[in-house]
């Protein structure tokens, strides 16, 4: 089994930065995809920002050119730096992992960004 823990989630004021961290550990050798979700009170759960090894980077036009997704392979780790936050940032953070058409998830941090 695959366990993913997210980190690094906060409120911090618009205009704001943070690092969000994905820690895998389990049964996980190999990925077909990572990436990043977020779910705002009221809304479906959105790709923020992904890794895909057959499609490559991606992120939601609402993010480009304030977010970056990066994986470490050595520390089994994801990461989201994210810049310029905005309010309409806010929400829960979930990092995800799809291996063999398996879709794993953490357990979300919250990321509020208010002044």
């Known amino acids: 089994q695959v366990h993913l823990v997210e980190s690094g989630g906060g409120l911090v004021q618009p205009g704001g930065s943070l690092r969000l961290s994905c820690v895998a550990s389990?049964?996980?050798?190999?990925?077909?995809?990572v990436g990043w979700y977020r779910q705002a009170p009221g809304k479906q759960r959105e790709l923020v920002a992904g890794i895909d090894v057959a499609a490559g980077t991606n992120y939601v036009d609402s993010v480009k050119g304030r977010f970056t997704i990066s994986r470490d392979k050595s520390k089994n780790a994801i990461y989201l730096q994210m810049s310029g936050l905005k309010p309409d940032d806010t929400g829960v953070y979930y990092c995800?992992?799809?291996?063999?058409?398996?879709?794993?998830w953490g357990q979300g941090t919250q990321v509020t960004v208010s002044s």
């Open positions: 995800n992992v799809k291996w063999r058409r398996i879709d794993y």
């Open positions: 389990g049964s996980i050798f190999s990925y077909n995809a």
